[in-house]
Each structure stands twice: as structure tokens, then as C-alpha cells.
């Protein structure tokens, strides 16, 4: 059998290498554009961390103010106070079209005033059970079922919306406020 040299390899070996060099730089390109889709990834989950942490920090001191103002004592109850009833309140809302003057509205504590301001700075309209979850409570029936009567309550007074799909979002003109998709009705995509 005949031995072959070396120098008859050479050609081979660097073919193999060539070969090689060309598919390690394929693997370094498709590495480098996974961790650009990840780095996109990982700036649009900080900045909704972001935008969470301040939504949680402005509940907490609302409901900071609400406990101080619980221990205040309670001034001329408005229309639609819960110690004062409702009986007096008309039974269908203002025209979502129509701006709402905030004065008229009835005064808000508590969780309610939590609900409206969580879904103030929605980007899109919530169901109940997204409600209750984002103020930090735990997602029981009991829980979801006492959060939809008070939703429906503020939607009565004036302060939300209902839209399809059972959703809630914030009245058109609250608190300058107007709805994105127009006169209290929600998009139903």
C-alpha cells in the first residue's frame, strides 16, 4: 500500500478548514441576532416593570391618602356615597360623549378610587379578574364578584365605562381623561 505524504493532504485539510471558518462565522452572525432579539425583548419587559412598579407605587399612596382621610371627618356627602345611598341618583349615566365634570362626581375611596386609578393608566380597557390581580388581591370568586358589583357601580356613577366583552375602562372626560377609542365604546378586537 502506498503512503501518502502530507503535502498531498494539505490541499484537503485546508478545504476542511475553509468549510469550517465559514460555518463558525454563520453561527457567530445567527448567535448575534439572537441576543439582539433578546436584548429588545429584555428592554420592553423592563420598561413594563417600569411602568408596574409606578402603577403599584401610585395605589399605594392613594390608598395611603384614603386611610387618611378616613380618619378625617366625613364632609357633605355627595350623590352616590356609599354612607349616604343612591336613591337619588339618576338610573342611566350622562352621555359617554358628553365631558364629565369631575365635582358631580361622587367621591371616591378606597378600592374604588384604586380601580379608577389603575384603569386611568390602562393602555386598553380591563376585564374584572385583571382588575383584582393588579391591585394585589388574590384571584377568588369572592374576590372577582366583589370587584365586578363595585366596577358596575362606578360605572353607574359616571366614573367608568362598561364595553364589550364585559371590560371596563376609564369614562371619556374623567379627569380630562378621554377614551382612545372614542365616546366610552371599546374596540372589540
Known amino acids: ?75 357633605e356627602a355627595r350623590p352616590g356615597d356609599p354612607a349616604r345611598g343612591h336613591e337619588d341618583e339618576p338610573d342611566e349615566p350622562d352621555s359617554p360623549e358628553a365631558p364629565i365634570e ?17 384603569l386611568a393608566t390602562a393602555q386598553r380597557p380591563m376585564r374584572v379578574r385583571d382588575v383584582v390581580v393588579a391591585l394585589g388581591e388574590p384571584d377568588e370568586r369572592g374576590k372577582v364578584e366583589s370587584m365586578r358589583s363595585r366596577l358596575l357601580r362606578l360605572a ?4 367608568l365605562v362598561r364595553c364589550e366583552g364585559g371590560t371596563y375602562a376609564l369614562a371619556s372626560g374623567v379627569n ?6 372614542g365616546g366610552g365604546e371599546a374596540p372589540t378586537s
Open 1 to 75: 500500500m502506498k503512503r501518502i505524504g502530507r503535502a498531498h493532504l494539505r490541499p484537503f485539510v485546508e478545504a476542511d478548514v475553509t468549510s469550517l471558518l465559514e460555518r463558525l462565522a454563520l453561527a457567530e452572525v445567527t448567535a448575534a441576532e439572537k441576543a439582539a432579539q433578546l436584548r429588545e425583548q429584555l428592554a420592553a419587559a423592563e420598561e413594563e416593570l417600569r411602568r408596574l412598579s409606578i402603577t403599584r407605587e401610585t395605589l399605594l399612596a392613594l390608598a395611603a391618602q384614603d386611610d387618611e382621610h378616613d380618619n378625617e371627618p366625613a364632609a
Open 102 to 118: 369631575v365635582a358631580s362626581l361622587p367621591v371616591l375611596r378606597g378600592v374604588r378610587r384604586q380601580a379608577v386609578a389603575l
Open 156 to 159: 353607574a356613577d359616571g366614573w
Open 176 to 181: 380630562g381623561h378621554a377614551s382612545a377609542w
